[in-house]
Nanobody, 117 residues
Framework: QVQLVESGGGLVQPGGSLRLSCAGS????????MGWYRQAPGKQRELVAT???????NYADSVKGRFTISRGNAQNTVYLEMNSLKPEDTAVYYC???????????WGQGTQVTVSS
């Protein structure tokens, strides 16, 4: 069973920065794509950024140039560096892992990010 634990959320002023971290408990994360999704109140969960083991990354248009996703050397951790935060970035952010061979998805419990003055 894959378990994902996020940390690093909080309250930040517009224009500020936060760094989210996610650690996976299982072995073999070099076979998983990992990423971040977010869900704002009253909205559907949406993709923020993903990173595959080979190093490729993908970003939602709304965060390009502001957010950076990266993976740790052990591949079982993923980070999201968020800069120039806007109020519309306020959401619960979820870490996700997808086993590439089967498409099975795993989710963390979520961490709240609030951007407000």
């Amino acid at each position: 069973q894959v378990q994902l634990v996020e940390s690093g959320g909080g309250l930040v002023q517009p224009g500020g920065s936060l760094r989210l971290s996610c650690a996976g408990s299982a072995n073999g994360f070099n076979f998983y794509a990992m990423g971040w999704y977010r869900q704002a109140p009253g909205k559907q969960r949406e993709l923020v950024a993903t990173a595959i083991p080979a190093g490729g990354t993908n970003y939602a248009d709304s965060v390009k140039g502001r957010f950076t996703i990266s993976r740790g050397n052990a591949q079982n951790t993923v980070y999201l560096e968020m800069n120039s935060l806007k109020p519309e970035d306020t959401a619960v952010y979820y870490c996700a892992a997808r086993l590439i061979s089967t498409g099975q998805n795993y989710w963390g419990q979520g961490t709240q990010v609030t951007v407000s003055s």
